[in-house]
Nanobody
Framework: QVLLVESGGGLVQAGGSLRLSCAAS????????MGWFRQDPGKEREFVAG????????DYANSVRGRFTISRDNAKSTVYLQMSSLKPEDTAVYYC????????????????WGQGTQVTVSS
């Protein structure tokens, strides 16, 4: 069992940056692959980025590749999402998720979820 708590969301102007954090507690964090997802009201949850348990491999949605960076610190049981060159279309609730096998792009594969943090990008 893993409890995930996101933080770092807020309001930012287009072109700005934010860093989201997701702190984990419970089971050994280093056993889990992690993903970041986002969701707008009325839309399906969308894969943003994923990272392996060791941090050695990552994956990104095409819409954020080159602008967002996922990383993790297993000693702090925390995964991060550094977001730069933000656009209004990045506005959403951002969630982190943990899975014991892989950082799937399919949100239905994940075992545990945080409560989400709102990111709003103004034009």
């Amino acid at each position: 069992q893993v409890l995930l708590v996101e933080s770092g969301g807020g309001l930012v102007q287009a072109g700005g940056s934010l860093r989201l954090s997701c702190a984990a507690s419970g089971d050994d964090f280093s056993y889990y692959s992690m993903g970041w997802f986002r969701q707008d009201p009325g839309k399906e949850r969308e894969f943003v980025a994923g990272i392996s348990w060791s941090g050695s491999t990552t994956d990104y949605a095409n819409s954020v590749r080159g602008r967002f960076t996922i990383s993790r610190d297993n000693a702090k049981s925390t995964v991060y999402l550094q977001m730069s060159s933000l656009k209004p279309e990045d506005t959403a609730v951002y969630y982190c998720a943990a899975d014991s096998t892989y950082y799937y792009s399919d949100y239905t594969e994940y075992d545990f979820w945080g409560q989400g943090t709102q990111v709003t990008v103004s034009s």
